[in-house]
């Protein structure tokens, strides 16, 4: 006792070996005694024997340590020595010696200006001090963890580098931001930790890093050391042009896939695909396909498959399944050689349970809010961000950031904005709080929409920011210097379910759903649109595309290839998702390969041709997007015909000379003679028709220049007359734009 009372204030020394003890950098590490005459150096190191200082100057030894208890705690004066200076710890165990650089004689490495944007709640770059960063302190390397967890008694890090001791690397406090930091110079990358945060009742649990960019697999769900290993992008040309392009009057067909199942390998068929082979496979498939965008469902970690990626806990990790980051680096830098745009699917709606996730991250409310009726979402059993909160703010601002600003996607689509729009969003009168003004709208996520959108199209010009909402709300793409939510686009959900319950009509029926191909334009311009038909329309029991479809294999087909023509010709942007451009017939399932052996019959090889042939011919058809925004770029020939259950209509590029005539017959019945009005005076050829028997189809086809003629029909002085084919969609061009092709 009486080497405690002379090194320690009274009952420090058994708090300390207790693990009770907060503000350790008080009492551990180089101090000044009290008479100012002295330093001493105090450490706890469990199992250590002998603990000596040495200077990291020359390498000498400067003093021994007393043992102060016989659990590792040692301390000692360092003779004369009045000024601090930098030291290594000989540490001999039983079996070994081994000689490490004390944590606690180092200053926090926060920046203040970091730490106050953070609070504030407008941090870009959040993970570049918090987490797990390699830095360099007073001329040795290390790892700076940090923490966020205002609430904790006491937080240590644990890991392999300290035999998951939570006595051993307990953090430092900072009140004011109620972050935690330490610097540890003995780790390695791709060494597992995790943080002990014990919360003022004095339970302690276990969580992994809310920053971590790089984690271990279910069940254990640690966090990683992240390596040193920098990339070299290729990639700056794009980049550089992506500034320039302009997105709303450019082609935009997107590709959706989840790299979990589009194409697995091994003996067994479970192996996951990896990047390597997603760029030899996935990459030159996409292009050969003539898709512009290829959009990844979420990719941050997720232990469970069956969410798809949808129910993230590593926000900041890449999942392991397909390979490191530097692995998913090379893969968009590949998709980028090759001219095609990568998107990514992003959940800031809601986070799950999981125990060593953020859920009551601190032993208290900290991510999520404290009354369920705000915190907890009903349908998917998942806890809702706390946007009023600042630091929560800074935290998924900053992930945005990072997976545009460190993996250079091209943009993001945020899944399920109209649950983070709506207070009442699926819940019953008495489960849910009004906002201050008594109404139901979230102001506080609003205000975070609105805040992302804006700094993230500032900070990377001509990126993508992509909502999914499913409701009428008002002004999701428009500016928000106008009161709008800023996203750049709208995925078109009206048009997906009314054109999806026509298809599934029989053709004796479709007249009298008629209003369901035809009502979309009303609203067509009301928002910025993606056409979207995604992995959420071929699950849990919706089945397939093609088994939507009532009647035979021929009819299901050739309706399914017109569908198509109709949506590559309506006004919007484009997005299929995987195995669609080929018919699958089955359901997606995520724990398997898409049904690639389907290629080998003909319909389904005829699909995958059509959607190939459409994408081509949409990228070089500026009618079919200059405009596609604009009022001006699409006009109504014939949306009456309800009788014969066909469609005609025109699209016009900013040149109005750039415009394709398109019939679309969504009735078996075959209609010789058919009179369609034409903009120009001059012949039209059919550059596509579904029922090419190259596709598929019957081969009703219109060989050679159709003949005008001055005879008015459909609100122009001009017309043709044309076969219009069974179940098929057909495009026309005035023959001097032949070329086009």
Request: hydrophobic share 35%.
């Amino acid at each position: 006792m009486t080497i405690a009372k002379t090194y320690f204030e009274q009952g420090s020394d058994k708090a300390l070996i207790n693990g009770d003890y907060t503000d350790v950098f008080s009492v551990l590490g180089m101090h000044s005694a009290k008479d100012g005459k002295a330093l001493i150096v105090r450490c706890f190191i469990p199992g250590a024997l002998a603990v000596d200082v040495i200077s990291a100057k020359d390498g000498r030894k400067v003093a021994s340590l007393e043992q102060v208890d016989e659990q590792g705690l040692f301390a000692g004066k360092m003779g004369r020595r009045v000024n601090p200076f930098a030291y290594t710890l000989n540490v001999k165990y039983p079996l070994c010696e081994q000689t490490v650089t004390d944590p606690y004689q180092f200053d926090s490495l926060l920046n203040p200006q970091d730490v106050y944007l953070f609070s504030e709640g407008s941090q870009l770059q959040a993970y570049g001090f918090q987490g797990a960063n390699w830095r360099e302190h007073s001329g040795v390397k290390g790892i700076h963890f940090c923490v966020w967890a205002p609430n904790a008694k006491k937080v240590a890090v644990i890991g392999d580098f300290n035999v998951w001791d939570p006595k051993r690397h307990v953090m430092r406090f900072h009140p004011a931001s109620g972050l935690w930091d330490i610097f540890i110079v003995e780790v390695d990358a791709e060494q597992h930790y995790k943080f002990a945060i014990t919360d003022v009742y004095g339970n302690t649990v276990v969580k992994s890093d809310p920053y971590a960019v790089s984690m271990q697999p279910s069940p254990h769900n640690a966090s990683k050391i992240p390596t040193e290993e920098d990339f070299q992008w290729r990639d700056s040309d794009w980049l550089n042009q992506r500034v320039l392009r302009k997105s709303h009057s450019q082609p935009m067909s997107i590709y959706e896939v989840q790299l979990a199942s589009w194409r697995r390998t091994g003996d067994d068929g479970q192996s996951y695909t990896d990047y390597d082979q997603l760029i030899s496979e996935l990459v030159p498939y996409v292009k050969e396909m003539g898709f512009t965008h290829l959009q990844l469902m979420p990719i941050s970690e997720y232990p469970f498959d069956g969410s798809w990626g949808y129910q993230p806990v590593g926000l900041y990790a890449p999942t392991y399944r397909f390979g490191d980051a530097n692995g998913l680096k090379a893969f968009i830098d590949a998709c980028h050689q090759q001219d095609i745009a990568v998107l990514l699917d992003w959940v800031p709606a809601h986070f799950p349970k999981d125990p060593h996730g953020l859920v009551r991250f601190d032993g208290s409310q900290l991510y999520e809010h404290q009354d369920p009726r705000k915190g907890e979402h009903p349908d998917w059993d998942t806890l809702i961000y706390n946007y009023g909160r600042a630091e929560v703010r800074s935290f998924l601002i900053s992930n945005a950031h990072y997976w545009l600003n460190e993996f250079h996607f091209d943009g993001l689509r945020l899944d399920a904005v109209s649950s983070m729009l709506y207070l009442d969003y699926s819940r019953n009168a008495d489960q849910w709080i009004p906002n201050e003004f008594g109404g139901r709208e979230n102001l506080q996520a609003i205000h975070f929409l609105q805040e992302l959108n804006a700094r993230m199209y500032q900070c990377f010009p001509g990126i993508n920011m992509i909502a999914e909402e499913s409701t009428a709300w008002p002004g999701v793409t428009q500016a928000t210097d106008h009161n709008g939510l800023g996203f750049g686009f709208k995925w078109n959900m009206g048009w997906m379910n009314d054109t999806l319950r026509y298809i599934s009509c029989d053709p004796l029926y479709r007249r009298y759903h008629h209003g369901e191909l035809t009502f979309s334009l009303v609203y067509a311009y009301t928002e910025q649109f993606i056409l979207s038909l995604s992995h959420d329309e071929v699950v849990h029991g919706k089945g397939s595309l093609l088994h939507k479809i009532p009647g035979d294999d021929w009819q299901k087909f050739a309706t399914l290839r017109a569908y198509y023509g109709f949506m590559w010709s309506h006004p919007g942007k484009k997005l299929l998702f995987m195995g669609n451009e080929f018919a699958q017939r089955n359901e997606w399932n995520h724990n398997q390969s898409l049904d690639w052996h389907l290629l080998d019959y003909a319909p389904h090889q005829g699909i995958q041709d059509w959607v190939r042939d459409l994408n081509q011919f949409y990228q070089h058809t500026p009618a079919l997007y200059e405009c596609d925004h604009q009022s001006e770029g699409f006009a109504w020939l014939d949306c009456h015909n309800a009788d014969n259950n066909i469609l005609v209509f025109c699209r016009y590029g900013e040149d109005k000379q750039q415009h394709v005539v398109v019939v679309v017959n969504m009735s078996p019945q075959v209609h010789q003679g058919f009179r369609v009005g034409v903009p120009n005076s001059e012949n039209y050829i059919e550059v596509l028709n579904s029922d090419h028997d190259h596709y598929g189809g019957s081969h009703v086809v219109n060989d050679g220049p159709c003949a005008v003629s001055a005879t008015q029909w459909q609100g122009m002085d001009n017309s043709i007359v044309i076969t219009v084919p069974p179940l098929g969609c057909a495009f026309f061009i005035p023959e001097s734009l032949d070329d086009i092709e």
